[in-house]
């Protein structure tokens, strides 16, 4: 059983740099969803996809995070010139919406890649 | 911001009910009440959902409260790998949306 899976799993940088998450959502699922969570807090909402298609992203996701799923499958969270509250980890989830049927809120979460900005 | 207030912290012993509170009186009638759980360094993970009648799965149930005001997830029988902060989230069934977490309740299971 594959789960959602994602690389890096941990990732130290320095002040300035860019760097590049990836996920792989369960195969079947069409939605992919992006958050962030820093320590002591619950997870925050940053993006989510259906298909390739972006259809929502938060005000969290300054002009210097960039987020892509070019053929509907795997994901990239690019953060570019990284700054120290940038260091959070960073949580994929993803979903199946079926058409034409409710969503019901089943995300199934990754275990995360922790970035480090020092 | 989250619709939901929970207790920041609670004990329970090993083996006995687990009984974890969240108010969301603020809730609207086509919104659903999620739970989540988060064991430490691990994603989020999916317990149970429900909109206005009690639900039960292999996990947890979950007491909603006539007025959908208030509900409750009950651990039947704590273990120490239930140790995790739980997260209620309410959310629009249907909704293209996100889940909007808050800072849950960090449930200590002891011996």
């Known amino acids: 059983d594959t789960g959602v899976s994602q690389n890096p799993r941990h990732k130290i940088t320095k002040r300035g740099q860019n760097v590049t998450f990836r996920c792989d959502p369960i195969s079947e699922h069409n939605r992919l969803y992006w958050y962030r969570q820093t320590l002591g807090q619950g997870p925050e909402f940053l993006t989510y996809f259906q298909n390739e298609a972006q259809l929502e992203k938060s005000r969290l996701l300054s002009d210097r995070f960039s987020a892509e799923r070019p053929k509907g499958s795997f994901s990239t969270l690019e953060i570019q010139r990284t700054e120290q509250g940038d260091s959070a980890m960073y949580l994929c989830a993803s979903s199946y919406k079926r058409g034409g049927i409710r969503d019901l809120g089943e995300l199934f979460f990754g275990e995360g890649s922790r970035l480090t900005v020092l | ?111």
């Open chain 2, 1 to 111: 911001d989250a619709k939901t207030t929970q207790p920041t912290s609670m004990d329970c012993a090993e083996g006995r009910a687990a009984n974890l509170p969240c108010n969301h009186s603020t809730i609207s009638g086509n919104e659903y009440v999620y739970w989540y759980r988060q064991i430490h360094s691990q994603g989020p993970q999916y317990i149970i959902h429900g909109l206005k009648n009690n639900e039960t799965n292999e996990m947890a149930s979950l007491i909603i409260t006539e007025d959908r005001k208030s509900s409750t997830l009950i651990l039947p029988h704590a273990t120490l790998r239930d140790t995790a902060v739980y997260y209620c989230i309410v959310r629009e069934g249907g909704s293209q949306g996100n889940l909007i977490f808050g800072k849950g309740t960090k449930l200590s299971v002891k011996p």
